[in-house]
């Protein structure tokens, strides 16, 4: 009977409260790139003469962390599973504060960037326990719903901290990234609030509904999307400050407002993604999906103005609201319960592979068009162009899924 009084709260439902502490813990991710990329005119202009690849290096001190999640993400996921959840997110939370302040403190760019590594190992601690917790304490469309609110949070958080960075860093660069230590002030609410949750077997025909095939497809499909879905996503957070010096604006916080409300606008997207997924599906949801990517990324090539800029990133902020939750969803429908862990761990691994790719394939592909920052504008364009035709193949899909779905009414 004592046992059983032990075990009674492990499988208590999760609410509100669980939820909104896993939504703050999980937007600490987007804060450790968009507080820094205001900054990275700033910091080329300090390193530059030290570092003659300046131009090419410090771009990945804002995407730099999101190589070391994509690489450690897998090993974050098999420590939560040996130690605990709860346990890790903890630890990742303490972790997060120190390496993200210590920039602040350095004064060689090869430093900086160990330490935005090993940040981003702390980020991957996270944003790994985060996702499980919320597959751990929610089944079904519960769980769809706290994935939605997941995205939702992080484009709030994100976009406040872009300005909040962006006015931090007005009087230095360095003093964004004493910010990295106020999730510090999260610890108690992680202690109190979450539980490590039950290693319950869930008792669906999820693994026997599709084939192995089916479930193989939609792993590698989800996969690569999230992945040049993401090289996309982050060309305006790390690429668009450039742009906007090119046109005369040198304000730390004119560059945060801009590239702040192209999250901001990811909301809506996210907001709208449930009624767009009922009455599109997933592959119509994902032709309008890159087609506004593609169209805020042409635009913004085009643009003249700030003002111009501005409207270029919200459109390109309402295409990228709908990448994570209309990727992860069928993942999560067709993956067997005892593979959905590996698998959310290889997806976040391609989503920040991406982030981290970015700048690298973007500043690749300028080399054929006089190289940096020369060559810029065509290089996004170019990948624009690319994105058009992901989503004309996935508007036929769309139209072939919808044709089958009208046979069996026809006949």
């Not at 999101?66 to 690489?71: D, F, N, S």
């Not at 994902?286 to 990324?297: K, P, Q």
């Amino acid at each position: 009977m004592q046992q059983a009084n032990i075990a009674q709260p492990l499988p208590r439902q999760a609410g509100p409260a669980q939820g909104f502490v896993i939504q703050i813990a999980s937007s600490l991710t987007i804060m450790g790139a968009v507080m820094v990329a205001p900054m990275l005119p700033k910091i080329g202009a300090e390193f530059g003469a030290a570092a003659p690849q300046a131009a090419e290096i410090v771009p990945l001190v804002a995407t730099g962390p999101a190589l070391a999640i994509a690489l450690f993400a897998p090993i974050a996921g098999l420590l939560a599973d040996r130690f605990g959840r709860k346990a890790m997110l903890v630890l990742g939370t303490i972790l997060y504060g120190i390496f993200g302040f210590l920039p602040a403190t350095l004064h060689d760019l090869s430093s900086i960037l160990l330490a935005r590594f090993l940040f981003g190992c702390s980020e991957a601690i996270i944003i790994t326990c985060c996702t499980t917790l919320i597959a751990d304490y929610w089944i079904g469309e519960e769980r769809s719903k706290y994935i939605n609110r997941q995205v939702v949070t992080i484009g709030i958080v994100g976009s406040i901290f872009f300005v909040i960075g962006g006015a931090a860093g007005e009087t230095s660069w360095r003093y964004p990234f004493y910010l990295y230590l106020l999730p510090l002030l999260l610890l108690p609410l992680l202690i109190r609030t979450l539980w490590e949750p039950a290693r319950r077997l869930e008792q669906t025909t999820q693994a026997h509904e599709f084939t192995r095939g089916e479930i193989w497809r939609t792993v590698l499909s989800c996969y690569f999307m999230i992945f040049v879905g993401m090289i996309a996503s982050f060309v305006v957070p790390v690429m668009a400050p450039g742009i906007l010096v090119s046109l005369g604006v040198t304000s730390t916080s004119l560059i945060g407002l801009c590239t702040g409300l192209g999250l901001l606008a990811t909301l809506a997207g996210s907001i709208a993604w449930p009624t767009t997924r009922n009455r599109l599906g997933i592959a119509g949801t994902n032709a309008l999906m890159l087609t506004l990517i593609a169209l805020g990324l042409w635009l913004l090539t085009c643009a003249e103005s700030y003002q111009a800029a501005l409207a270029a990133v919200a459109i390109h902020g309402l295409g990228a609201g709908y990448l994570v939750p209309n990727l992860m969803l069928p993942l999560l429908t067709k993956l067997p319960a005892r593979y959905r862990a590996k698998g959310v761990g290889g997806f976040t691994s391609c989503l920040y592979l991406g982030q981290f790719a970015s700048p690298l394939i973007i500043i690749a592909i300028a080399q054929s068009f006089g190289g940096m920052p020369r060559g810029l504008t065509s290089a996004i364009s170019v990948w624009a162009g690319f994105m058009l035709v992901l989503a004309a193949l996935w508007g036929v899909l769309s139209l072939v899924a919808g044709s089958r779905r009208r046979q069996p009414a026809a006949s």
